[in-house]
């Protein structure tokens, strides 16, 4: 917009130029540009000798003109000294000490003075007239026009600027929330007549986007509490069975439910910000329990899963039950996509990072860019693609982050925990 005022701005400029002959009282075209053609030529020979006496000094191309046109004829006066040339001795210009009115008068500074000029009996090539105007013109009016565009980008850009604050301010709530989260209405006050219905329009539309987000949110957590019975019930009966290779992978079915309804929960929970980071929680002792909890699970499928600590305990100011939902979600994830017949292993390290590796078949490269987003798996079988997405989430709200790097065979997550502030390490005495 601001680009297009200005060229607006420079094109009337130019106009104003170009236009000159249009507005000028002339007899015609080629008279007007004759004129335009001597001017420069008359203009550049007089001139001031070394008592700044006012002289003709003809210039080559004056001289050429002169010997091309011999009726014409100039008058130059600086109210000092007065130059008559060509055939102004025998036009009778003046009459008595006036000169004569019909003579065309013009008008140039040279030194400090003002030069009054009267010419007649020019004749020219048009062609010649147009390019001395224009050499003229944009000589002298170029860089004045380029000054005042200058000036004029300034102060658009500036009045611009200020207009449209509202509108920045709207840009900027809207911007502000953070993915998941409800975007406010944006601020109308201010906001230009013109760009209003704009700004009115996105609000009705991020309305409508929150009803149906809504809608989604309170589904999925319906469906989820929903499931937990029957599934529950399931797990009765299937204990009621006997001991076999069926009841095993009846088990891990019923399982991976277990954990796909308490994803869908987890989801909702992350969309409404229920994470509760008020207690006291020790990653050792949780991530031993989760262990402890899939081991079974891990063997029956043919793999193993071990714990080692260089911490005794490593405490964090979190939600236990999120924290070990990150857990059960990265072993669960590797028995399920990492391949039979694997080794998990769940590491506190000495920094008070953890890690979770495994030698399974890892993740391609080209899928682990977005193997954190909802509905991704990362690798073969089945699930929802919830897992990672729920572990980056929770544990972005405690302040924490994780990597996915690959594990010469296998992949590896890491876990960084924030600083001192919310973790404190315990040592074997504490």
Same mark, same amino acid.
């Given at each position: 917009?601001?680009?297009?005022?200005?060229?607006?701005?420079?094109?009337?400029?130019?106009?104003?130029?170009? =236009?000159?002959?249009?507005?000028?009282?002339?007899?015609?075209?080629?008279?007007?540009?004759?004129?335009?053609?001597?001017?420069?030529?008359?203009?550049?020979?007089?001139?001031?000798?070394?008592?700044?006496? %006012? @002289?003709?000094?003809?210039?080559?191309?004056?001289?050429?003109?002169?010997?091309?046109?011999?009726?014409?004829?100039?008058?130059?006066?600086?109210? @000092?000294?007065?130059? !008559?040339?060509?055939? &102004?001795?025998?036009?009778?210009?003046?009459?008595?000490?006036?000169?004569?009115?019909?003579?065309?008068?013009?008008?140039?500074?040279?030194?400090?003075?003002?030069?009054?000029?009267?010419?007649?009996?020019?004749?020219?090539?048009?062609?010649?007239? @147009?390019? *001395?105007?224009?050499?003229?013109?944009?000589?002298?009016?170029?860089?004045? %026009?380029?000054?005042?565009?200058?000036? =004029?980008?300034?102060?658009?850009?500036?009045?611009?600027?200020?207009?449209?604050?509202?509108?920045?301010?709207?840009?900027?709530?809207? *911007?502000?929330?953070?993915?998941?989260?409800?975007?406010?209405?944006?601020?109308?006050?201010?906001?230009?007549?013109?760009?209003?219905?704009?700004?009115?329009?996105?609000?009705?539309?991020?309305?409508?986007?929150?009803?149906?987000?809504?809608?989604?949110?309170?589904?999925?957590?319906?469906?989820?509490? !929903?499931?937990?019975?029957?599934?529950?019930?399931?797990?009765?009966?299937?204990? !009621?069975?006997?001991?076999?290779?069926?009841?095993?992978?009846?088990?891990?079915?019923?399982?991976?439910?277990?954990?796909?309804?308490?994803?869908?929960?987890? @989801? !909702?929970?992350?969309?409404?910000?229920?994470?509760?980071?008020?207690?006291?929680?020790?990653?050792?002792?949780?991530?031993?329990?989760?262990?402890?909890?899939?081991?079974?699970?891990?063997?029956?499928?043919?793999?193993?899963?071990?714990?080692?600590?260089?911490?005794?305990?490593?405490?964090?100011?979190?939600?236990?039950?999120?924290?070990?939902?990150?857990?059960?979600?990265?072993?669960?994830? *590797?028995?399920?996509?990492?391949?039979?017949?694997?080794?998990?292993?769940?590491?506190?390290?000495?920094?008070?990072?953890?890690?979770?590796?495994?030698?399974?078949?890892?993740?391609?490269?080209?899928?682990?860019?977005?193997?954190?987003?909802?509905?991704?798996?990362?690798?073969?079988?089945?699930?929802? #693609?919830?897992?990672?997405?729920?572990?980056?989430?929770?544990?972005?709200?405690? #302040?924490?982050?994780?990597?996915?790097?690959?594990?010469?065979?296998?992949?590896?997550?890491?876990?960084?925990?924030?600083?001192?502030?919310?973790?404190?390490?315990?040592? &074997? #005495?504490?």
């Amino acid at each position: 917009m601001i680009q297009g005022l200005v060229a607006f701005v420079a094109l009337v400029g130019l106009l104003v130029i170009l =236009t000159e002959p249009l507005r000028e009282d002339r007899e015609s075209f080629a008279e007007w540009f004759a004129r335009e053609e001597v001017k420069p030529l008359l203009a550049e020979s007089l001139v001031r000798d070394a008592t700044g006496r %006012l @002289v003709l000094a003809p210039s080559p191309d004056l001289a050429a003109y002169m010997a091309g046109n011999p009726d014409f004829w100039f008058f130059a006066t600086d109210g @000092v000294t007065t130059i !008559e040339g060509g055939a &102004a001795r025998s036009m009778n210009l003046f009459d008595g000490d006036q000169v004569n009115a019909h003579a065309p008068a013009f008008h140039f500074g040279i030194r400090h003075s003002r030069i009054a000029l009267m010419f007649g009996g020019h004749r020219g090539d048009i062609g010649d007239g @147009v390019r *001395a105007w224009l050499a003229d013109r944009l000589q002298r009016w170029l860089a004045a %026009l380029i000054v005042v565009t200058a000036c =004029t980008t300034l102060v658009i850009a500036r009045l611009v600027h200020f207009l449209l604050r509202p509108v920045q301010r709207a840009a900027q709530a809207a *911007a502000a929330p953070a993915p998941g989260q409800r975007v406010p209405a944006l601020p109308e006050a201010g906001v230009p007549v013109e760009i209003l219905p704009l700004v009115t329009a996105t609000n009705a539309a991020f309305a409508r986007l929150d009803e149906e987000h809504e809608r989604q949110r309170r589904f999925i957590a319906n469906a989820a509490h !929903e499931l937990r019975t029957p599934i529950a019930i399931l797990g009765v009966r299937l204990d !009621e069975l006997p001991e076999g290779p069926a009841k095993l992978a009846l088990r891990h079915d019923v399982k991976r439910l277990t954990m796909l309804a308490d994803q869908l929960l987890d @989801v !909702e929970r992350l969309q409404r910000g229920g994470i509760d980071g008020s207690r006291r929680v020790d990653v050792v002792a949780l991530a031993r329990e989760v262990v402890a909890e899939m081991g079974p699970l891990a063997i029956g499928l043919g793999s193993t899963l071990s714990f080692d600590t260089a911490l005794p305990r490593l405490e964090l100011r979190g939600d236990e039950h999120a924290l070990r939902g990150v857990f059960l979600n990265l072993v669960s994830n *590797a028995l399920t996509h990492g391949g039979a017949n694997i080794a998990i292993d769940m590491r506190v390290r000495a920094d008070g990072s953890v890690e979770v590796a495994d030698t399974g078949v890892g993740i391609v490269p080209e899928a682990r860019g977005r193997v954190f987003d909802a509905f991704q798996r990362s690798g073969g079988g089945g699930g929802a #693609g919830l897992g990672l997405y729920i572990v980056r989430e929770v544990l972005r709200a405690h #302040g924490a982050s994780i990597d996915l790097r690959d594990g010469h065979p296998g992949a590896v997550f890491l876990i960084r925990f924030p600083p001192s502030g919310t973790l404190s390490v315990v040592d &074997a #005495g504490a």
